[in-house]
């Protein structure tokens, strides 16, 4: 594979948002390999790629935290031999494979980290800036120095990772954190199949909505992307269940809530009649009331 065909992939990959600094950060030995990607966090990983230079020269790459993901091969379709084909085909099986099984390594680690983490973590204060904000108690929430951590769980209870949320708000998950089909709990309470469920995005909407809703189960489905992944878990578990999708207000949240709602047979609990003025989740609902409650 020549500086050419290497520079030609970079090119690709620049394009799919996944791309290193630059065209040398990608190691050409037939391996995956993991790289940053820039713009993003320093220190991160999230890219991968993986470039075969004997003939047909190919590749792949793409983005771990998006889910972005190319397929790259220096011949034109139309000049690709049989035997080119099949040597293609065996690498993207094979590159599938060790993809997988790298995915998995770094969920399991993940896990792990998570575990320590949750375990080394203090009962939230109370008067954490964020809390303090959203007029939320900590509920489950643990802290580890300014950061409130809480957990995610699948409907067993086996905990995947940790989302860390900063004073200011900022958001992020664990590094590796297997998201799809995992949520973060309302309260200290799973889901037993009892009670009604509701999925909403975030955290503190989840709380605000148990607030409203003492008598169901509400979780967080951790962005609006995941809710239909979650739906669906839950559906499979409880099959007659009542099931509530409770997206955020803006235009996809909504989008992906319906989609969730239609996937899981579930039912979807629409914006209020009037949303306040910067209202964008039930919690920023709640908030208003109380302060028109309280005369603020």
Known sequence: MSDDTITAFYTALQTAGSAPAK??????????H?????????????????IHRDPPASAAGGNWRTGARITW???????????????????IEADRMERVRAV??????????????????RPANPQHPYLHKKHLLPGN?????????????????FLHGVQYIQPDG?????????K?????????????????IWIAEGWATARALQAMRPNVCVMAGLDAGNLQSVALAARQRWPKLQIVVCPDFDQVGQKKGRAA?????????????????NCTDWNDVLNVRRDVQHGA
């Open 23 to 32: 065209p040398s950060d990608l190691v050409a030995d037939g391996r995956l």
């Open 34 to 50: 993991r790289h940053y990607i820039e713009g993003d966090k320093p220190g991160s990983r999230n890219g991968w790629h993986v």
């Open 73 to 91: 091969c220096g011949n034109r379709h139309d000049h690709r031999s049989g035997a080119d084909l099949y040597i293609l085909r065996q690498r």
């Open 104 to 121: 998995e390594s770094r969920q399991q680690d993940a896990a792990g980290r998570a575990l320590w983490t949750w375990e080394h973590a």
């Open 141 to 157: 929430a643990r802290q580890r120095g300014a950061a409130l951590v809480l957990p995610v769980l699948d409907f067993g209870g």
């Open 170 to 178: 900022t958001k992020r998950f664990l590094t590796g954190t297997s």
């Open 180 to 196: 799809a089909t995992h949520f973060i709990p309302a309260t200290d309470e799973l889901p037993d199949g009892t009670a009604p």
């Open 261 to 277: 709602a239609i996937a899981a047979r579930a039912h979807i609990l629409p914006p209020p009649a009037v949303v306040p003025e």
